[in-house]
Structures are given as structure tokens and as C-alpha cells.
């Protein structure tokens, strides 16, 4: 079994057309192709079908999943707002692949 941030790269690296977005005040946190099952709960999410992994801090009563989203073609969770129809940037995020002073 892949680990979660193995499946997520997998998903995230491919096509950027038709996909899923999981979203927290409109920030855009997961991105998922749309054939992935996304199943929100009042206590969690759960990813794949078979389950693949349990996204625990998201929920119903906090997220809201948006289908057959086109994306940004530089998408990383948190990078991007997205409202339902635009995708803005963050202007908060930090790319977590530079370290601090570089």
C-alpha cells in the first residue's frame, strides 16, 4: 500500500483537467482526480475506495469539496484560494521546499 503522501504526489503530478479540490474557508487543501471516491463524514474524510488514507482534521461541518475543478498548473495544498469558480493565490503560503534564508 502506498503511503498517504505517495498517493497524493501520484494524483497531484498527474493531468490537471477534472479533478477535485478540498477546500477550508476557501483555502484549497487536497487535490484529487475526480475518479477518486471522497467520502466526507461529521468526522472525518476518507480518501480511495478501498479507503487509502483518513484525512482527520476535515470534515463536514469544515470543508467542502468542489468536483470537475481545472487547477493551476503549479498546485500545492495551501498555495491557492479557491471560491468555486477562481482559483487565487495565497499570498501567506511558503514553499515548503526552500529552506528558511535560502
Request: proline letters at 4%; charged letters at 20%; glycine letters at 6%.
Amino acid at each position: 500500500m502506498k503511503s498517504p503522501l505517495q498517493y497524493l504526489l501520484g494524483l497531484i503530478l498527474g493531468v490537471r483537467n477534472n479533478m477535485k479540490t478540498i477546500t477550508k474557508n476557501n483555502l484549497s487543501l487536497y487535490l484529487f482526480e475526480d475518479s477518486v471516491a471522497i467520502t466526507i463524514t461529521e468526522e472525518n474524510i476518507t480518501v480511495g475506495e478501498p479507503a487509502q488514507f483518513i484525512i482527520d482534521d476535515c470534515n463536514s461541518s469544515n470543508v467542502v469539496l468542489h468536483e470537475g475543478v481545472s487547477t493551476p498548473d503549479d498546485f500545492m495544498g495551501h498555495k491557492y484560494f479557491y471560491d468555486g469558480t477562481t482559483w487565487s493565490l495565497n499570498s501567506d503560503w511558503v514553499d515548503p521546499r526552500i529552506k528558511e534564508g535560502e
